[in-house]
């Protein structure tokens, strides 16, 4: 398999993720109450859209062969591994219910993840170095990115109600 093709199954399974969480996390975090209430339905579905399209953006970016985004695929791929584990496995387990996004980020992303980074490091694209740097990098952007994302998205829904029926899409 080639990089590009790999980069592009990396998105594609990141993308499985993002639509599993859409569909079925609004309905499992209005069942759990402390995790309910914060963000709508709209906002959230707002921001895994603005985020799916950056990483294709990343994607895109590292097919061309970009050194940069290479090791930032690398980064965001670092972290969708540890975001398989905290929160997704975890909820599961906490709450002996699935939690949704977790079968798409055990079974796809984790293991595309691990084959982005590995790949990575073996074609000398990435050292320990740049991955640690890269995944700290992504980890700070989505920590101030997703907030963003998520008032953008209540803006959206209350600025252009048409877009979103009532915060149900």
């Known amino acids: 398999m080639t ?7 990396f998105a594609l399974a990141f993308t499985v993720h993002n639509i599993e969480e859409g569909l079925f996390l609004p ?5 759990k109450s402390r995790l309910a209430g914060r963000v709508t339905p709209f906002a959230l579905r707002f921001a895994l859209v603005i985020l ?4 294709y953006v990343i ?8 050194h940069l985004a290479v090791q930032l695929l690398a980064g965001v791929a670092a972290v969708m591994v540890v975001n398989a584990m905290i929160p997704h496995l ?8 699935y ?11 984790v293991p595309l ?6 790949n990575g490091l073996a074609a000398e694209a990435l050292t320990p170095r740049s991955l640690l740097f890269a995944t700290i990098a992504v980890a700070l952007a989505l920590l101030l990115a997703i907030p963003s994302l998520f008032w953008a998205g209540h803006y959206a829904e209350r600025r252009l109600p048409g877009l979103s029926a009532g915060g149900t899409i």
């Open 27 to 31: 309905a499992y975090t209005a069942d």
């Open 3 to 9: 990089p590009a093709v790999l980069y592009w199954l």
């Open 113 to 118: 993840s691990l084959l982005v980074i590995i």
């Open 52 to 55: 799916t399209a950056a990483l």
């Open 90 to 97: 975890t909820l599961t387990l906490i709450f002996r219910r």
């Open 59 to 66: 994607a895109a970016f590292a097919a061309a062969g970009n």
């Open 99 to 109: 939690a949704p996004g977790t079968g798409t980020a055990i079974c796809l992303v």
